[in-house]
């Protein structure tokens, strides 16, 4: 089984800026694309940033030149450093990741959701 935790919500003035983070456990072989979700109150949730093994990245139109995904494929861990942070980016940001790990004697894969961290940008 797969584990995801975020961290590195909270709240912040309009202009600042977060680091969220992404920690994957359990018996992994491999994690594919990781990502950055959001859901605001009444709203679908939406892709945020993407980054494949390999460090290849995609953006959603809003955030892009304001936020940074990474990963550090040692570690598991996947971050979305945001800047220039506005009030419509309030949210509840979830970390996806496609898994490959162990059970067993099999590999399985999973698409794996972390529980949510909440980014308040206040104006």
């Known amino acids: 089984q797969v584990q995801l935790v975020e961290s590195g919500g909270g709240l912040v003035q309009a202009g600042g800026s977060l680091r969220l983070s992404c920690a994957a456990s359990g018996t992994i072989f491999r994690i594919n694309v990781m990502g950055w979700y959001r859901q605001a109150p009444g709203k679908q949730r939406e892709l945020v940033a993407s980054?494949?093994?390999?460090?290849?990245?995609d953006y959603e139109d809003s955030v892009k030149g304001r936020f940074t995904i990474s990963r550090d494929n040692a570690k598991n861990t996947a971050y979305l450093q945001m800047n220039n942070l506005k009030p419509e980016d309030t949210a509840v940001y979830y970390c996806?990741?496609?898994?490959?790990?162990?059970?067993?004697?099999?590999?399985?894969?999973?698409?794996?959701w972390g529980q949510g961290t909440q980014v308040t940008v206040s104006s």
């Open positions: 980054i494949t093994s390999s460090g290849g990245t």
């Open positions: 996806n990741a496609d898994v490959t790990y162990y059970s067993g004697s099999f590999y399985r894969r999973a698409d794996s």
